[in-house]
């Protein structure tokens, strides 16, 4: 099982890395940006733009095809694009159709091929119906404000971005009336470049390919072409997933712990944690220096358990401070350049989901903690694991374990660690003992609190 997961996570590894690798300071970098805007495309495009700056690239060209797509996409797109620090550039090649138009606008460039177009974004519901008067007043409400924020970032007329959804906004630039009201905007390449009082509409320029934009627009450099590596789908179900890995994580070492001698439950938690952290690799979200942070928390809180129970907290607590944060920094989406701390903003999401994953793992430890002992599947386990020389009360009757004085107060120490689980010693006699959760260091003294038939519940008594 673990050669598998390891070779997966280095192929996976090597395919992501390799977009920083063939990058080179000063190179134009040319992103295809075709087919349905998805959220697989926006992990696409987040993980090559931090790419890009990192290592120092000149500008990115986005060569658009595109007929729309998912309008939660194209606004999550519209943000990484908003938030680049070196220029970026749109070529129209073909369509730049409804969510693709609120793409382009949010770059600084846009250019076109001679026969193109771009507009059309009009909200509309899968099925291709209008939305419902309420629900479609309020979508291009929302929209208008984002589009038109965008537009004028990037140095583009709003009123033409407000047009391209909102088939009641006119456009007029001075006494000309460019678009009237009755229909959603859309533009050809040669009215989107037409000069109005000597700024074009919208576009930059036409171009009849990608070496001809770079040369129109002045841009000099080695052009490098990325494309999508065939894992962004999954690393955005494994992103949105997110919680429920991190309570898969959680409860398989809690049950790693909590059940001797089982070691599926920690195979589980190491699969969710090494899926956890991945899919945000490759979503361009973290890097290994995030796993290094998690595995050195673990080992603080393994130290901890194993070495110091009972005697000190300074481990554990680094240890959970470690490991809550290594969680928290894989799913900030921090870009270069930015300030180390995170901002509250940028924080929120992930505190959530992280949030929903703790109260749920709590909620559900709760619950196997109170009755996981009496299950046939843990004292299976609990049976197999190595006893210690010496007599046993495990088994006796209920009438031998009462006369032998082990009744509720009755005092002993642990001969092993109670995980919870284990062996004490009551005089001269060795006892299997369970504790009701917590975890015992060995020679800690502890009192018998229950007895039922076999079973010999016990806590501290230090």
């Known amino acids: 099982m673990k ?196 700024k074009p509409l919208l576009a930059d320029g036409i171009a009849a390919s990608i070496i001809d934009l770079t040369q129109k627009a002045g841009l000099k450099g080695n052009i490098v072409s990325l494309n999508p590596s065939g894992f962004e789908q999954l690393a955005f179900w494994i992103t949105a997933l997110a919680p429920l890995l991190l309570l898969g994580g959680i409860l398989g070492a809690y049950l790693e712990f909590k059940i001797p001698g089982a070691t599926l439950p920690g195979i589980i938690s190491a699969i969710c944690f090494a899926l956890f952290f991945l899919g945000h690799y490759l979503a361009g979200l973290a890097g290994w220096e995030v796993v290094a942070l998690f595995v050195l928390g673990m080992t603080l809180v393994l130290i901890e358990i194993l070495f110091f129970a009972h005697s000190t907290i300074v481990f554990g607590v680094v240890g959970i401070f470690l490991i809550v944060a290594s969680l928290l920094w894989a799913m900030i989406d921090r870009y270069p350049g930015e300030t180390f701390f995170p901002t509250g903003q940028m ?38 694991t190595s006893n210690p020389p010496g007599p046993s009360l495990a088994g006796a009757p209920r009438e031998f374990v009462t006369a032998f004085a082990l009744t509720p107060g009755a005092r002993g120490s642990a001969i092993t660690i109670l995980r919870p689980s284990g062996k004490a010693r009551f005089a001269d006699q060795v006892v299997d003992v369970v504790t009701e959760g917590e975890f015992i260091a060995a020679q800690t003294p502890i009192t018998v609190i229950q007895t039922d038939g076999m079973r010999v519940v016990v806590k501290s008594s230090g």
Not at 82 to 105: E, K, Q
Not at 347 to 364: E, W
């Open 3 to 198: 050669v598998p997961i390891f070779v997966l996570i280095c192929c996976l590894g090597v395919e992501t890395a390799q977009a920083r690798d063939v990058i080179h300071k000063g190179d134009i970098i040319v992103v295809p940006l075709r087919g349905e805007i998805s959220p697989s495309l926006l992990m696409f495009l987040r993980r090559t733009e931090k790419a890009a700056e990192s290592s120092g690239a000149l500008a990115i060209i986005f060569e658009m095809d595109t007929y729309g797509g998912r309008l939660d996409s194209a606004a999550e797109i519209t943000n990484v694009l908003n938030r680049a620090t070196i220029p970026t550039y749109t070529f129209i090649n073909s369509n730049a159709g409804s969510a693709g138009s609120l793409i382009a606008l949010a770059t600084e460039h846009i250019y076109m091929a001679p026969v193109s177009a771009i507009g059309a974004a009009a909200p509309v519901l899968p099925t291709g119906e209008d939305l419902p008067l309420t629900e479609r007043e309020k979508t291009i409400s929302y929209w208008t404000a984002l589009i038109r924020s965008s537009a004028i970032k990037n140095g583009h007329n709003p009123d033409v971005g407000e047009a391209f959804m909102n088939k009641d906004k006119e456009v007029k630039i001075g006494d000309r009336v460019i678009h009237p009201k009755g229909t959603v905007l859309t533009l050809n390449a040669q009215e989107a470049t037409e000069k109005i009082s000597g």
């Open 347 to 384: 924080l929120a999401m992930p505190l959530l989901k992280l949030f929903f994953a703790m109260i749920a793992a709590a909620i559900v430890i709760a619950i196997l903690a109170r009755y996981l002992p009496r299950t046939g599947l843990y004292r299976r386990f609990a049976l197999i």
